[in-house]
């Protein structure tokens, strides 16, 4: 990726820190909020902060594709994609909750080749580039040590449409309150990652996301040593429709133990 990366790993911090300064400005000021569904919104924020992030990343690579939470006239299968998620929390951001991101990957041949995630309430920049390992603030970090369940920390989240399908992943976060020192709710995915990456976490799992929540963070937890896969030990696609993400000491046992508790 040479030196055609370093250009574009700073374009990919600079839409991320962007997008984090107009969600800053944008907590002062009543913002507007549209319904996707019942629990899944949008606000004016989360679209001021997409038109910015893709601005700046079409500048730097022209030719490649966007994948958007928000939407987007240029959703392809181009060699290069850049997939973003303009407010990862949206939810959270509505109600003030101080818990939220701005989130870039670059899909370079169907594999991601680099990851920024910005927290900008607590000015956390965590990056990654495929086999050059996993940054917070420019310095390394690395997942955390702890090889037994019962003395982990885990993080969940429950998906948008839990009131149409049956698996609403409160079973498996219910046992796993049970068998560990517990398991938090944050509501932002690539957050619950990047903790994971950076050993705040132990591990991390999900169900029914999209290519936006977790490209970026799988990439950040892998490069800093940990693993990921899908519920049943397998490849995880990266589609989003399930991750567990860990230190890789939890990840066999996490698995086994998350195993059956859906319905």
């Not at 987007?72 to 303009?86: G, L, M, N, R, Y």
């Not at 963070?217 to 490849?235: C, K, P």
Request: aromatic share 6%.
């Amino acid at each position: 990726m040479g030196a055609l990366n370093e250009r574009v790993m700073q374009a990919a911090k600079e839409a991320v820190r962007r997008a984090g300064e107009i969600q800053l400005a944008g907590l002062s000021h009543t913002r507007r909020i549209s319904h996707k569904g019942t629990y899944d919104l949008v606000t004016d924020v989360d679209e001021e902060c997409q038109r910015v992030m893709i601005e700046i990343l079409s500048k730097e690579l022209p030719e490649a594709g966007i994948l958007a939470e928000e939407g987007s006239p240029t959703e392809s299968a181009a060699h290069d994609v850049w997939i973003v998620d303009p407010l990862d929390g949206t939810t959270n951001y509505a109600h003030r909750y101080p818990t939220f991101s701005a989130v870039v990957a670059l899909r370079r041949g169907g594999e991601i080749v680099l990851g920024a995630i910005y927290d900008p309430l607590r000015d956390e920049l965590f990056e990654a580039r495929l086999g050059r390992g996993a940054l917070l603030n420019g310095q390394v970090i690395a997942v955390s040590q702890t090889d037994r369940l019962d003395q982990s920390l885990l993080s969940t989240g429950f998906p948008y449409d839990r009131l149409e399908l049956n698996d609403t992943n409160l079973e498996r976060f219910c046992d796993m309150t049970m068998r560990t020192q517990g398991v938090r709710r944050g509501g932002s995915a690539s957050l619950d990652l990047c903790y994971t990456a950076c050993g705040r976490l132990d591990g991390y799992w999900e169900i029914r996301l999209h290519p936006w929540d977790i490209c970026a963070g799988a990439l950040i937890v892998t490069e800093a040593g940990g693993r990921i896969s899908n519920l049943l030990g397998g490849a995880c696609d990266l589609s989003g429709a399930e991750i567990v993400a860990s230190n890789g000491k939890l990840h066999d046992v996490l698995l086994t133990t998350l195993a059956g508790q859906g319905i």
